[in-house]
């Protein structure tokens, strides 16, 4: 019999859906033709796989040969399918016995000389058949790590003629679990590198406490894109399900493996699909890139509002659609927000040393690029002024302001935080937001006071209680009390010139 069907899986956003690869040889004039590819993509996928063939001492079957993938309406592109196809003309021509390909699934593409190379969305294929129950052949380099993530049984090979040799073996060799991801890999600066600047210490610590977004107002200079770097470093490890997520959309995209909260900073002048997702192959994006870490983007005011207006949903569910021509996936993309904004074109308002040279208009003008719903969703704004010289030289007081010991005090709050509400401090609102906080009347009626007096909006006074119940928790209370309201309030949009501690 001259058929053959091998096992391999096709790329679907981070899922890797079946392909079934099925050969056959007919008679007939000798040649090659796959169903559904154009006739370039169909020589090019010969040229290789024939090659690797030959150059593996191993004899290309001279039939009339035809390579059916299916379930044909499957995108399938590239030429990740080169090895099931070159195992399949194999067993099809009986130099392979079927049951070494049975029970099994192979990725991998081929090189002209036999070698088979390992290709982007490996990981979510592998993890599909594992998820399946079967066995997976792919190419040596990375398979340690792969097998090490998945859990997977598989058997790799630096190329075609030994990997031939392993599936003939009754019992193969598979490959060892042992290296795991190196969580010292990525490193981030440290939290006592701002020891001049307290209240922003403190807004980080309560930004990562609470899950909170984060805009920083300064001049240029002054340490936002630093301190936005300490952040991730601030965040305990990643849950099981989102570093699995982050690991998935890394492979897809060609990124090495970290399972560290990452840190994106895209630049204000990058693609909305770069930014968004939804490059030609509808691939995930920076934003997504940073689930389970910190989105940073400088110079706010200078990314373009379709950018900004398209953050808003991910902001509110956690995940972005990315559609494309023929593709439509939708990718994880939950992650904190930084911001960083100069408080005026020129970047000196209330700057005590340099003077400014903006009209009030045009400061005004400036503030409004920045769309209302979006600094609706961020519950910490900050401005800062340069440190003074004399900070140079301040010793740290003991390790208290490590990144690592605010991380530790980090891990614990946000348990407790979950096992209150079932969210971060940051998802609270409407009654869950006042059942959670828990305040005493008197604090109520000072609430309501100082929401009359700094004629603060509904939303704004949410995002106050927010904070508060992140303070609360910081300082291990169960109720939010005045002295929590009352540092809320510092860390609010708050026109130039006014001050929070008027009240
Ligand atoms: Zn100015």
């Given at each position: ?189 440290d939290l006592s590198?701002?020891k ?198 301040m010793k740290s007081n003991g390790e208290d302001h490590s990144?690592g010991h605010v ?97």
């Open positions: 019999m001259h058929l053959a069907f091998v096992q391999t899986r096709c790329q679907a956003g981070l899922l890797a859906p079946e392909v079934i690869v099925e050969i056959h040889l007919g008679s007939g004039l000798p040649g090659f033709q796959v169903v559904g590819f154009s006739e370039s993509a169909t020589r090019q996928i010969r040229g290789r796989v024939r090659s690797a063939i030959l150059s593996s001492h191993l004899k290309w079957p001279d039939f009339n040969i035809t390579v059916n993938l299916a379930p044909t309406e499957q995108p399938k592109e590239g030429p990740r399918y080169d090895l099931p196809i070159a195992l399949g003309l194999l067993v099809a021509s009986q130099q392979l016995p079927p049951s070494s390909v049975a029970g099994r699934e192979f990725f991998g593409e081929l090189g002209l000389d036999g070698g088979i190379h390992p290709f982007r969305g490996s990981l979510c294929a592998v993890l599909a058949a594992t998820e399946a129950g079967r066995e997976c052949g792919i190419a040596r380099h990375g398979a340690p790590e792969i097998a090490a993530l998945t859990g997977g049984r598989l058997i790799a090979a630096p190329d075609l003629l030994s990997l031939c040799a392993q599936l003939k073996d009754a019992c193969p060799k598979y490959v060892r679990q042992e290296t795991a991801l190196d969580h010292d890999a990525v490193v981030y600066p590198q701002l001049g600047q307290p209240l922003l210490c403190k807004a980080l610590e309560v930004a990562a406490t609470g899950g909170h977004h984060l805009l920083m107002t300064g001049p240029p200079g002054v340490g936002k894109t630093l301190a936005a770097s300490v952040l991730p470093g601030l965040l305990p490890p990643l849950p099981e399900k989102k570093a699995q997520e982050l690991l998935l959309m890394q492979d897809v995209v060609g990124l090495a493996a970290s399972d560290t909260p990452p840190f994106r900073a895209p630049h204000h002048s990058s693609s909305v699909a770069s930014l968004m997702g939804g490059t030609a192959r509808a691939l995930p994006g920076e934003i997504s890139m940073a689930h389970g870490g910190v989105l940073f983007l400088d110079e706010l005011t200078e990314f373009p509002h379709a950018v900004l207006n398209q953050l808003r949903q991910p902001l509110e569910t956690g995940h972005i659609r990315v559609n494309r021509a023929q593709h439509q996936h939708q990718y994880p993309a939950q992650f904190q927000l930084v911001a960083a904004m100069n408080p005026c074109p020129c970047g000196f308002a209330g700057d005590p040393d340099r003077r400014c040279r903006c009209t009030p208009d045009r400061i005004r003008r400036y503030c409004q690029g920045i769309s209302g719903p979006l600094t609706d969703r961020i519950d910490l704004h900050i401005t800062l002024q340069r440190p003074s010289p004399e900070f140079l030289l990144s991380r530790a005090r980090v891990a614990q709050i946000q348990r407790r935080q979950r096992d209150r509400q079932g969210c971060l401090n940051r998802d609270l609102s409407g009654d869950d937001l006042l059942k959670a906080c828990l305040m005493e009347t008197d604090t109520e009626g000072w609430l309501i006071d100082a929401v009359a007096k700094l004629k603060l909006s509904a939303r704004s006074a949410h995002r106050r209680l927010r904070v508060a119940r992140t303070l609360a928790d910081m300082s291990e209370e169960r109720r939010v009390a005045i002295s929590h309201l009352k540092t809320a309030l510092i860390f609010r949009e708050a026109p130039p010139g006014d001050d929070a501690s008027a009240i």
